[in-house]
């Protein structure tokens, strides 16, 4: 898929950034760490790349706070965390900072977006999930451009010279002249750095002496050939979505990278970005959001559609849940004839003989609309039964939906409700649903508590007290999701 870059929006000033951080201990050396986001939504750690730091997310980060709860940090010797002369820079060692960043927040498990340098340090993290050992789970990881194949790799001058026996008199003859000139080579024709861009990844540069570490940390062009096998066969061998986002016109790990990812990389999943360089999130960030949120959604769908995870109720029973299918339609009409009369009115506001059609198939209206239909399950074969329901649909332009949720009567009061519910909100705010509602009846009090408990506004229906109109709006929520994984 290719699409167009807009260009650069609104640029968060690099002192807004820092101070809405704060630093953490590292083996004695301070480390700038960030968060934002909803309490209880998704984990995203967001890895930066060389020579910048976290402020190069800047322009994604209010967009992506909305849909998940964003974590980033400076890696030791980037930014504005410390970087000590006599330190032992490694990629292998940035991981296992990242881990213990993880550890420190008390993350279980985790998504991951990164970028150049980041991507090396993703590919590692990605390794080690296939070892033996406690540590928090990856759920997905998405790479930007990067060096994820040594032999694609076409370091600029200023990296080759770096990297050379003159590294360290390189550096200190390094001016702010000459990052501009080398940045300008790596962005896009139309997307090219301003002048206040270059002033802030200056300062990121040199803060703390930064230019006396770059002959060091520009080592990880070696330590990529050292450890190809083992970080090409962490993605080969990935049980995890995958995605490449590729700005094509970057001459350093561009088009010419993607094709090799495609080559290298089963079921490669890439998004490629016309007239966009080396720095996608800071040159096309509206595409770099979209790409990703469809990339998070639609891997999401697929886990609940094809993952039979199962989940233990109050009284110790156990379902599964995945997206309804047409071939569901006799557990539907099974599960229906089964509802007690109030059952029915309460999801109906009607007396309903048989399952309505667009049950089974429920559609939005509108290009941008879309529906999602879950089904809980218990039982194997033709045992099976079906034991609740939850769906939304939003309306034409995707932006607000109305939800339902059916449980069949000798299930209720065991807690499937709140989990169908609350897998729904996870999946609307990886669509960018933002906002949630559906009809009550004003006598249905059980519906009415849970929706209260899971942060909906039990408001009145205009014109009908009979009803209640509950309403959640995803972008104020806290409550944690529960999707299946």
Request: proline share 6%.
């Amino acid at each position: 898929m290719r699409e167009d870059s807009p260009a650069p929006g609104h640029r968060l000033s690099l002192d807004e950034w820092s101070q809405a951080g704060r630093m953490m201990d590292y083996r004695g050396h301070a480390i700038f760490v960030r968060d934002a986001g909803a309490p209880g939504a998704e984990p995203l750690l967001l890895l930066h790349g060389f020579p910048t730091a976290s402020w190069d997310w800047e322009a994604l980060w209010p967009s992506l706070a909305r849909q998940f709860r964003v974590y980033t940090l400076d890696m030791i010797g980037f930014g504005l965390s410390a970087k000590p002369a006599d330190y032992s820079y490694s990629l292998m060692d940035q991981a296992t900072l990242v881990e213990s960043f993880l550890s420190m927040e008390d993350l279980g498990k985790y998504h991951l977006l990164a970028h150049d340098y980041g991507d090396s340090v993703a590919q590692e993290l990605l390794a080690r999930q296939q070892e033996p050992g406690p540590r928090p789970r990856l759920l997905s990881v998405a790479f930007l451009n990067g060096g994820l194949f040594p032999e694609t790799q076409r370091p600029v001058l200023v990296q080759k010279l770096l990297l050379s026996p003159l590294g360290p008199l390189v550096a200190r003859l390094t001016t702010r002249a000459t990052v501009a000139k080398s940045m300008r080579k790596i962005f896009g024709p139309a997307t090219q750095p301003d002048q206040a861009l270059i002033d802030a990844f200056w300062r990121l540069i040199t803060r703390n002496n930064g230019l006396a570490v770059a002959p060091k940390l520009i080592r990880y062009i070696i330590e990529r050939g050292e450890h190809r096998e083992r970080w090409v066969g962490a993605m080969q061998h990935a049980r995890i979505p995958l995605k490449l986002i590729n700005g094509m016109a970057d001459p350093v790990s561009g088009q010419h990278m993607a094709a090799r990812y495609e080559e290298l990389i089963p079921q490669a999943d890439v998004t490629l970005l016309e007239n966009v360089g080396h720095y996608p999130q800071i040159e096309a960030p509206d595409a770099v959001l979209a790409a990703y949120l469809e990339f998070r959604h639609r891997t999401a769908l697929n886990a609940i559609a094809t993952d039979h995870k199962i989940l233990t109720l109050r009284d110790g029973r156990t379902v599964i849940v995945r997206t309804l299918r047409s071939e569901d339609k006799d557990m539907l009409d099974a599960a229906f004839e089964r509802l007690c009369k109030e059952a029915r009115y309460s999801r109906f506001f009607s007396t309903v003989r048989a399952v309505p059609d667009d049950i089974l198939h429920p559609t939005a209206p509108g290009p941008q609309g879309h529906a999602v239909a879950l089904v809980a399950l218990s039982g194997d074969g033709s045992d099976q039964v079906l034991t609740g329901g939850a769906r939304y649909i939003t309306d034409a332009v995707g932006g607000t939906c109305e939800f339902a949720v059916t449980i069949a009567d000798d299930w209720r009061s065991l807690g499937l409700a709140r989990q169908l519910m609350e897998t729904l909100i996870g999946i609307a705010r990886t669509r960018s649903v933002r906002r949630m509602e559906g009809c009550v009846l004003s006598t249905n009090t059980g519906m009415r508590r849970l929706a209260t408990r899971l942060g909906f506004k039990d408001l009145p229906y205009p014109d009908d007290y009979s009803l209640r109109l509950v309403r959640l709006d995803l972008d104020e929520s806290t409550h944690r999701p529960v999707g299946i994984s």
